[in-house]
């Protein structure tokens, strides 16, 4: 599996950007990059994946880095229910199927 | 639309016990994986399931854990003969098809599982 590392916590203020990053510099070339998060023992929530453009949803965007050696998750207008615990993950294809959970990062949204 | 649904929510058992955890994919999946949380711990996959096969188990304990998704009704994870170290969250997501890259899983709210 292509390793993640990400910063173990982050704080953000209420109605700012949150910007998460991610580091994946032994990423191949078919390899996606994933976004989970899991709030406080709930199920993880998926939340967007891409390969190497830039992606939108209605719940963030990805920004990969041209090299793809990188990547950001940016939660535009963080509120209070965007604290949670958020997982970069890099799909494996032989082991398709199979999501290889890192420690993540804990964000916090401050009022 | 309903999404991944798991049941109990919580289980309580006695060591020795076997506990017996269910999953039923959302509409239109055909593709169930398990995954464990143990206490203040990450997750970690147990075992990926196509209807009546198992297609990766390579996370799943040697002993006393089995799991199957028959063909009709939903997965079951089976523990035997549970002990304290079993205590934990466990996770089922399910998929469309499980077969391409950007296949996408979809997680239920979990069983926590807890042995006395």
């Known amino acids: 599996d292509a390793k993640t590392t990400q910063p173990p916590s982050m704080d953000c203020a209420e109605g700012r950007a949150a910007n998460l990053p991610c580091n994946h510099s032994?990423?191949?070339?078919?390899?996606?990059v994933y976004w989970y998060r899991q709030i406080h023992s709930q199920g993880p929530q998926y939340i967007i994946h891409?390969?190497?453009n830039n992606e939108t949803n209605e719940m963030a965007s990805l920004i990969i880095t041209e090299d793809r050696k990188s990547s950001t998750l940016i939660l535009p207008h963080a509120t209070l229910r965007d604290t949670a615990v958020y997982y970069c993950?890099?799909?494996?294809?032989?082991?398709?199927?199979?999501?290889?959970f890192g420690q993540g990062t804990i964000l916090t949204v401050h009022p | 639309n309903a999404g991944v649904m798991q049941n109990p929510r919580h289980l309580v058992r006695r060591r020795g016990q076997e506990a017996r955890l269910r999953c039923s994919p959302m509409?239109?999946?055909?593709?169930v994986y398990w995954y464990r949380q143990l206490p203040e711990e990450g997750l970690k996959f147990m075992v990926y399931?196509?209807?009546?096969?198992?297609?990766?188990e390579s996370g799943m304990p040697k002993e006393r854990f089995s799991a199957e998704f028959p063909k009709e009704g939903p997965s079951i994870l089976r523990i035997q003969q549970v002990v304290r170290g079993d205590s934990a969250a466990y996770f089922c997501?399910?998929?469309?098809?499980?077969?391409?890259?950007?296949?996408?899983?979809?997680f239920g709210p979990g069983t926590r599982l807890t042995v006395l």
């Open positions: 997501a399910s998929s469309p098809t499980g077969t391409g890259l950007t296949d996408t899983q979809y």
């Open positions: 032994t990423i191949s070339g078919n390899e996606y």
């Open positions: 891409g390969l190497k």
């Open positions: 993950i890099v799909r494996d294809p032989p082991q398709r199927g199979k999501l290889t």
């Open positions: 509409k239109g999946h055909s593709h």
């Open positions: 399931l196509q209807k009546e096969n198992i297609i990766d």
